[in-house]
């Protein structure tokens, strides 16, 4: 397993890196993202959604568990793969995972699991997982009670620490090079 520690220093920011892992995927390849409630994961899946050139509307799946976004074919990558987004948050087992039938769609999409450690990985021998953390303590000018309003818990401008680790053969060699300097430059 190869990994790279990324200091990110605001939600425009994720949305750069997230564009930039877009250019890398391909239909069957898996993101399992961790992280707690704010920590960006939703912003991270929308902009990657917009990277993929997939429907607008990437809202976590919290209540439906999951959502596909089909490929637009006007949209920045056409014919491209769909964007398959789960929630796993309330999911307890690799079986209830199975029950969503995500084997089903794999092949032909981008799925990306928010909450999935320790509940996906038997999906693909190949995948991503993005670790996403809140940087505490970062210095935000909070003497405004209103400077945030409007803004979810993740467009919040404080820092995060992402870390992209690689899994399996999909992400060896030239393949995780390539990826790890674009995200590096993004």
Same mark, same amino acid.
């Given at each position: 397993?190869?990994?790279?520690?990324?200091?990110?220093?605001?939600?425009?920011?994720?949305?750069?890196?997230?564009?930039?892992?877009?250019?890398?995927?391909?239909?069957?390849?898996?993101?399992?993202?961790?992280?707690?409630?704010?920590?960006?994961?939703?912003?991270?899946?929308?902009?990657?959604?917009?990277?993929?050139?997939?429907? &607008?509307?990437?809202?976590?799946?919290?209540?439906?568990?999951?959502?596909?976004?089909?490929?637009?074919?006007?949209?920045?990558?056409?014919?491209?793969?769909?964007?398959?987004?789960?929630?796993?948050?309330?999911?307890?087992?690799?079986? &209830?995972?199975?029950?969503?039938?995500? &084997?089903?769609?794999?092949?032909?999409?981008?799925?990306?699991?928010?909450?999935?450690?320790?509940?996906?990985?038997?999906?693909?021998?190949?995948?991503?997982?993005?670790?996403?953390?809140?940087?505490?303590?970062?210095?935000?000018?909070?003497?405004?009670?209103?400077?945030?309003?409007?803004?979810?818990? &993740?467009?919040?401008?404080?820092?995060?620490?992402?870390?992209?680790?690689?899994?399996?053969?999909?992400?060896?060699?030239?393949?995780?090079?390539?990826?790890?300097?674009?995200?590096?430059?993004?």
């Amino acid at each position: 397993m190869e990994h790279l520690d990324i200091t990110v220093s605001d939600p425009d920011h994720t949305r750069r890196l997230a564009h930039a892992l877009a250019d890398y995927l391909s239909a069957g390849d898996l993101l399992i993202l961790t992280g707690e409630l704010g920590a960006g994961k939703t912003t991270f899946t929308r902009s990657l959604g917009h990277g993929l050139g997939v429907r &607008e509307g990437v809202i976590s799946p919290t209540f439906v568990l999951s959502r596909v976004h089909p490929n637009l074919p006007d949209g920045k990558r056409p014919g491209g793969p769909d964007l398959v987004h789960v929630d796993a948050y309330r999911l307890t087992s690799p079986d &209830e995972i199975d029950d969503l039938d995500l &084997e089903y769609s794999l092949d032909r999409s981008v799925t990306v699991v928010e909450w999935g450690k320790d509940k996906v990985e038997h999906l693909s021998e190949s995948r991503l997982e993005i670790e996403l953390t809140r940087v505490t303590g970062d210095l935000l000018d909070l003497s405004d009670p209103h400077a945030f309003d409007g803004l979810d818990d &993740e467009d919040v401008p404080e820092s995060r620490e992402m870390r992209v680790i690689a899994v399996g053969p999909r992400w060896r060699g030239s393949a995780w090079a390539s990826l790890q300097q674009a995200l590096q430059q993004a």
